[in-house]
């Protein structure tokens, strides 16, 4: 079987790359031939010959479909965050996100509440829509990345964009680091939106005695920063479900997660991690974390058994493939 995921953005360090390439990977791994294309840069009239095209966002994935001189025929579409959770809602891009749902073979989401939000406004696809946890990456053992000594670092790895809400760790951080010193906060990911990134750089250099940006970093450099990190944050307005968040939990880090629901399907309060609402309970969090290292290693080490069972790459690739013959199966009746 020889298929083409197709997902936009491809060539930047976003989530949507990872989850692709981590799934391409595990396909292969299962004999399945795979071939990966952005469909935001993607300048041919016509995409490599396959069995079935797989594509990650299903609004994008339908503008590049309109751009093509001949028709999919059979296609899968996994349903992101940004599709989900604004696309959807979005009475410009509505139509053409419920469209290339109604003409895809299957369509995949990551958990139950995808699934109950999308057949709330398609029940028609309820027989052709299969929930699938992402996987999460296990990253080689590597040296630590270098940080100064007796530092507690706080990871944030984000695309820099207005709904990954990156300004609000700074803000939120600010007034503890002013009663622990040794608090450090690390940015990692790139600038997807211009004005965001102007936001993010000039507070990052109003406080570059404890903040550092690091920019776009490949993915096989993360292992060794969040070998190096103390705990993770995610602080998105919406989250489809966040790959960063899954690995640093399968690499035994705690996290704190703003209370979205896609934060809230793979976090649980304070066993796996920590959610919170506002800033108060962000500020009360961070602060545990930081005084004990025992409660540290506790919810790290739940956050990584969590990982192992609900989150195994090669299930994932394995119900991938279940979807994918479904589908094939489907178009040849």
């Not at 604004?86 to 139509?95: F, I, K, V, W, Y």
């Not at 984000?158 to 906060?185: C, D, F, Q, Y």
């Amino acid at each position: 079987m020889k298929v083409v995921l197709a997902t936009p953005y491809y060539h930047q360090a976003r989530g949507n790359t990872v989850t692709v390439q981590r799934i391409s990977e595990g396909l292969n791994h299962l004999g399945i031939d795979t071939e990966v294309i952005s469909v935001t840069d993607y300048h041919k009239a016509a995409i490599p010959q396959a069995d079935l095209v797989h594509g990650f966002n299903a609004y994008h994935f339908y503008k590049f479909m309109e751009t093509l001189e001949s028709e999919i025929k059979n296609y899968v579409i996994t349903f992101t965050g940004t599709d989900l959770n604004h696309d959807l809602d979005n009475s410009e891009r509505r139509n053409d996100v419920i469209a290339s749902l109604l003409g895809a073979k299957a369509v995949h989401v990551f958990d139950g509440k995808a699934k109950q939000k999308l057949l709330s406004a398609l029940p028609q696809i309820e027989e052709k829509l299969f929930v699938i946890s992402q996987g999460a990456s296990d990253f080689q053992t590597a040296h630590p990345f270098p940080k100064e000594k007796d530092t507690f670092v706080f990871l944030l790895p984000a695309g820099i964009r207005k709904v990954k809400n990156v300004t609000s760790a700074i803000k939120m951080l600010k007034p503890l680091h002013k009663k622990h010193p040794e608090i450090r906060l690390w940015l990692v990911g790139p600038v997807i939106e211009e004005e965001e990134g102007i936001k993010v750089n000039n507070l990052v250099k109003q406080n570059e005695d404890w903040i550092k940006y690091f920019g776009e970093v490949s993915h096989r450099s993360m292992g060794a920063i969040y070998q190096s990190s103390d705990t993770i944050l995610n602080t998105s307005h919406s989250e489809g479900q966040s790959s960063a968040i899954l690995e640093a939990m399968g690499s035994s880090l705690p996290v704190i997660v703003s209370g979205n629901q896609g934060n809230r399907n793979i976090v649980f309060h304070e066993k796996t991690g920590f959610i919170y609402e506002n800033e108060i309970e962000f500020t009360r969090y961070a602060e545990l974390l930081l005084t004990d290292p025992s409660l540290r290693e506790k919810i790290g080490l739940a956050g990584k058994r969590y990982v192992a069972s609900h989150h195994s790459d090669t299930k994932e690739a394995e119900a991938v493939l279940a979807m994918y013959e479904h589908a094939l199966n489907t178009s040849s009746h």
